[in-house]
RNA sequence: GGACGGGUGGGUGAGUGGCUAAAACCAGCAGACUGUAAAUCUGCCGCUCCUUGCGGGCUACGAAGGUUCGAAUCCUUCCCCGUCCA
C-alpha cells in the first residue's frame, strides 16, 4: 500500500488531498467507506455499489469470524473473491463491538472474551486472534483490536483502556510483522493500521498517538469518538491527534459522521471516514439531500411527485417519485430499503467528491459552512417546495 | 320457529362488578439512529378545557331500560351476526 498526494496543501484549512493505492485499487482521498459489516452493504449489491462509484468498503472482524467463520473465507478464496468485490476492503477489528456487545463480553488484559450473539458460545479475541482473521480474510486494510469505550468516560477508565489499546497494539504488530516475515508477499497485501483512543481527555489522547507512533503503523486511526460526545469535542480530540500524526500516512476517523460533519473532519486533516448513517438511516426512512434531511413516511410526501433529491444524480432520482418511496416504506417493500440505501449511499459519496474537489480549489470552508446551514440543528427537516 | 355462541376504540382482539378512556398487536401520526446483535427502537394515538397535571369536563364497549355506592362486565326486552336443529 502507499499513500500520496495528488494536490498538495491547496486548501487553506488542513484538509489534504491525496491518493491511496492498495492491492485492490486505487482510492481517491478523503474518502468515505460504506459499511459492510458482514460482507455486504445492506441492500446492495456489489454491482450497484460499482455504479456508485465506491472504491473501497469496510467489513467486520468478529462477525465474519462467527460467520461463516474466517477459515472458510480463507478457503474460498478470501474475502474479495467470496463476495466478489474486486476492489478494496478495509476491515474493523471487533474493537467496536467490544463497545457496543458490551453486555455479552468481558475484558481482560490477554483480550476480549464474547457471548456470541448468535448462539451464545464463548470466544476468545485476543490482539493476535484479531489480527489473524483479517490475514485470513485478506482485506486491504487491517485494523488492530482496541478498546473502545464510551464518552464521556471518567479519567481513570480512559486512562485504562488506553493502556490496554497501546499494549493490544504492540501485540498486534508484532504478530503481523512475524507474519510478514514468514511471508515476504504478506506486507504488500495487507497494511495494518493503529487506533488511538483516549476518550475525551485532549492529554491522553496525545499519549496514545505518541505511543502509537512508536510501533510504525502505515497508518493511524482516531477510535472511541462521535460515541455520544458534542460534535465540536469530537473535531477537538481528532485536532489533538492529527496534529502529533505523520504527514505522509493515512488518517483514519472511525465511525463518522453526519453529512455535514464529514466536511469539519477532513478539514481537519482525516483522510477517511466510515459511518453506518446513510445505509442504516435509508432503511429507517431518513434520506440525505441536498437541502437537508428527508424523512419520507411524513404524510406530506404522499403526493409528492418530486425525485427524493432534485438535485441528485442517482439511478433512484432520475427515476422515482417521492410518493412512490413513501408507498413502498408504508407497505413494508424490501425496495424501499433498497432505494433509498442507493440514494443516500451516492449522497455520501457525492459529498466525498465535492469535497476533494473543493480542497483542489481551496474551498472547503465554504463547502462546510454550506451544509451547516442546509442541517442546521434539530431535528433537521427539507422544506416544502 | 327452536338451541347454543357472539356483538368492545380505525382493524384484529383481551377484559367478565371498582386498580378501565379500556391489554396486546396492526393501521395512523411524529421522532431517533455516527468503526451495524438495527427492514430497529421511542413517543403519541376518543373529544375537549386549562393553571399541561400521575389535572378538569364530556362521550364510549349493539340499543333501550333496570340492579348497584359503582356496570364493558349482572338482570330484562329488543336489534343484528354465526353455527346447529326443525
Request: net charge positive.
Given at each position: 500500500m502507499s499513500f500520496s498526494f495528488a494536490v498538495a496543501k491547496a486548501d487553506p484549512t488542513g484538509a489534504r488531498r491525496g491518493r491511496l493505492t492498495t492491492p485492490h485499487g486505487t482510492v481517491e482521498t478523503p474518502f468515505f467507506l460504506p459499511v459492510?459489516?458482514?460482507?455486504?452493504?445492506?441492500?446492495?449489491t456489489q454491482e450497484a455499489l460499482e455504479e456508485l462509484g465506491a472504491e473501497i468498503i469496510l467489513a467486520n472482524t468478529y462477525h465474519l469470524y462467527l460467520r461463516p467463520g474466517h477459515e472458510l473465507v480463507r478457503k474460498l478464496g478470501g474475502l474479495h473473491q467470496f463476495m466478489s468485490w474486486p476492489r478494496a476492503i478495509l476491515t474493523d477489528s471487533g474493537g467496536y463491538q467490544v463497545f457496543s456487545l458490551s453486555e455479552l463480553r468481558k475484558i481482560t488484559d490477554e483480550g476480549v472474551r464474547f457471548r456470541s450473539h448468535l448462539d451464545g458460545s464463548e470466544h476468545l479475541l485476543t490482539p493476535e486472534k484479531a489480527a489473524e482473521i483479517q490475514l485470513a480474510l485478506g482485506s486491504d486494510i487491517a485494523m488492530v483490536l482496541d478498546e473502545c469505550i464510551e464518552t464521556p468516560a471518567p479519567r481513570d477508565k480512559a486512562e485504562a483502556a488506553l493502556k490496554r489499546t497501546t499494549a493490544w497494539a504492540a501485540r498486534a504488530r508484532n504478530y503481523f510483522k512475524e507474519c510478514a516475515a514468514r511471508d515476504g508477499n504478506l506486507a504488500e497485501c495487507q497494511s495494518q493500521f493503529g487506533i488511538v483512543q483516549g476518550a475525551t481527555f485532549g492529554d491522553l489522547r496525545r499519549e496514545s498517538a505518541r505511543q502509537l507512533l512508536d510501533l510504525d503503523f502505515p497508518g493511524y486511526a482516531v477510535g472511541g469518538l462521535a460515541v455520544g460526545e458534542p460534535h465540536e469535542i469530537t473535531c477537538e480530540m481528532t485536532a489533538e491527534v492529527t496534529a502529533l500524526l505523520p504527514k505522509d500516512r493515512p488518517r483514519y476517523l472511525m465511525g463518522v459522521g453526519r453529512p455535514e460533519q464529514i466536511a469539519d473532519y477532513v478539514a481537519l486533516g482525516i483522510d477517511m471516514m466510515d459511518c453506518v448513517l446513510p445505509t442504516r438511516a435509508a432503511r429507517h426512512a431518513c434520506l440525505y439531500t441536498s437541502e437537508g434531511r428527508v424523512?419520507?413516511?411524513?404524510?406530506?410526501?404522499?403526493?409528492?411527485?418530486?425525485?427524493?433529491?432534485?438535485n441528485c444524480t442517482c439511478s433512484v432520482c432520475r427515476r422515482y417519485t417521492r410518493a412512490y418511496l413513501r408507498h413502498l416504506f408504508a407497505a413494508g417493500e424490501l425496495t424501499a430499503a433498497i432505494l433509498a440505501t442507493h440514494h443516500n449511499v451516492h449522497f455520501y459519496l457525492d459529498i466525498m467528491r465535492q469535497i476533494r474537489e473543493a480542497i483542489e480549489f481551496g474551498n472547503l470552508a465554504n463547502f462546510s459552512s454550506e451544509m451547516h446551514a442546509r442541517y442546521t440543528a434539530g431535528p433537521a427537516r427539507a422544506p416544502d417546495s
Open positions: 459492510g459489516t458482514q460482507a455486504t452493504v445492506k441492500a446492495l424523512l419520507i413516511k411524513n404524510a406530506r410526501y404522499a403526493q409528492d411527485q418530486r425525485p427524493i433529491d432534485p
